[in-house]
């Protein structure tokens, strides 16, 4: 598609409603792909998550974001809630690594978790800049980020079996005590605001150390220590819904997580993203009879029939 295609697909004299229309058609035709993309996801050996408030009409809501290396679900209007993170990720299905936040309706629901890192230090470093005068509050941060940096480097050590990734896991586990320990007293006792945040910091540190969520990276190195991809992916609709641009119905909500999930997950998989790539892409699906993204569910669920009989 050349650039005077283009000029002329963004000024085709169209209504509202017939805009409205194309839209309600292009994602019942996508609704396919976009349960596709929802198993997949579903599948995947790690899943990035994040979500963030949304609106629709006057009600609030959530926005969740999805993510494995070559997919993503978005999925507007939801609620942050297990039933809606059970259809999201059932748990007879997924059996992978969930990279996210300590949120509570995150906890205890997967095998294996990753707590992200990010969450973690930007709570330590805010006690940094609130109370720059009580200086173990910096002394905090400056040794929970050298734990952290002593876990990147045990997770890019190729040298590493996993016999010595569980022993470099074991020997970080005892640098969180290391780094809390000298400020027990505070922990222990809190008598300020800012010395009872400090001390739920430390205690949420000590509970994921017990649960086996804060070096699964290390484990496991091709996961990331946080899920700051999928908090990438929110940024955008964080902005539409800041000036409110979000969804007046429940219809409006699902036909956007339909078309963006599929837009967003193309864009992954090609080399270019453009216009002319798009419908390149889509137009190649009705040729085919099935998209990439039904073809790769098809290889998914061929390969773990193979791996049950095997």
């Given at each position: 598609?050349?650039?005077?295609?283009?000029?002329?697909?963004?000024?085709?004299?169209?209504?509202?409603?017939?805009?409205?229309?194309?839209?309600?058609?292009?994602?019942?035709?996508?609704?396919?792909?976009?349960?596709?993309?929802?198993?997949?996801?579903?599948?995947a050996a790690v899943v990035y998550l994040?979500?963030?408030?949304?609106?629709?009409?006057?009600?609030?809501?959530?926005?969740?974001?999805?993510?494995?290396?070559?997919?993503?679900?978005?999925?507007?209007?939801?609620?942050?809630?297990?039933?809606?993170?059970?259809?999201?990720?059932?748990?007879?299905?997924?059996?992978?690594?969930?990279?996210?936040?300590?949120?509570?309706?995150?906890?205890?629901?997967?095998?294996?978790?990753?707590?992200?890192?990010?969450?973690?230090?930007?709570?330590?470093?805010?006690?940094?800049?609130?109370?720059?005068?009580?200086?173990?509050?910096?002394?905090?941060?400056?040794?929970?980020?050298?734990?952290?940096?002593?876990?990147?480097?045990?997770?890019?050590?190729?040298?590493?079996?996993?016999?010595?990734?569980?022993?470099?896991?074991?020997?970080?586990?005892?640098?969180?005590?290391?780094?809390?320990?000298?400020?027990?007293?505070?922990?222990?006792?809190?008598?300020?605001?800012?010395?009872?945040?400090?001390?739920?910091?430390?205690?949420?540190?000590?509970?994921?150390?017990?649960?086996?969520?804060?070096?699964?990276?290390?484990?496991?190195?091709?996961?990331?220590?946080?899920?700051?991809?999928?908090?990438?992916?929110?940024?955008?609709?964080?902005?539409?819904?800041?000036?409110?641009?979000?969804?007046?119905?429940?219809?409006?909500?699902?036909?956007?997580?339909?078309?963006?999930?599929?837009?967003?997950t193309v864009q992954?998989?090609?080399?270019?993203?453009?216009?002319?790539?798009?419908?390149?892409?889509?137009?190649?699906?009705?040729?085919?009879?099935?998209?990439?993204?039904?073809?790769?569910?098809?290889?998914?669920?061929?390969?773990?029939?193979?791996?049950?009989?095997?």
């Amino acid at each position: 598609m050349c650039s005077s295609d283009l000029r002329f697909f963004l000024g085709l004299p169209i209504e509202k409603s017939q805009a409205d229309a194309l839209l309600n058609q292009l994602a019942r035709h996508w609704q396919a792909d976009f349960d596709a993309l929802c198993e997949l996801v579903a599948l995947a050996a790690v899943v990035y998550l994040d979500e963030t408030s949304w609106k629709i009409h006057t009600d609030n809501c959530s926005l969740w974001a999805l993510q494995s290396p070559l997919h993503t679900v978005l999925k507007f209007g939801c609620r942050k809630d297990d039933a809606t993170l059970d259809k999201l990720l059932p748990p007879d299905v997924f059996a992978g690594i969930a990279v996210s936040d300590d949120a509570a309706v995150y906890r205890g629901r997967f095998t294996q978790a990753q707590k992200c890192w990010a969450h973690l230090l930007r709570k330590a470093i805010q006690f940094t800049l609130l109370y720059p005068e009580k200086r173990h509050y910096i002394t905090f941060l400056d040794d929970l980020l050298t734990v952290y940096r002593e876990a990147k480097s045990a997770q890019q050590d190729g040298r590493l079996s996993d016999a010595g990734r569980q022993r470099a896991v074991e020997r970080l586990e005892t640098r969180i005590w290391d780094v809390a320990a000298p400020h027990q007293k505070i922990w222990e006792s809190p008598s300020t605001p800012d010395e009872r945040d400090f001390a739920n910091l430390v205690q949420e540190l000590f509970r994921l150390v017990a649960t086996n969520e804060l070096f699964t990276f290390v484990r496991h190195p091709e996961v990331e220590p946080t899920n700051n991809v999928s908090e990438r992916e929110l940024r955008g609709p964080a902005l539409c819904r800041k000036t409110g641009r979000t969804n007046k119905t429940p219809r409006g909500a699902h036909r956007q997580s339909v078309i963006t999930s599929v837009l967003r997950t193309v864009q992954k998989q090609l080399p270019s993203f453009t216009l002319s790539d798009v419908v390149s892409e889509v137009l190649s699906w009705s040729q085919r009879g099935l998209s990439r993204f039904r073809e790769q569910l098809l290889a998914a669920r061929a390969a773990l029939k193979l791996a049950d009989t095997g």
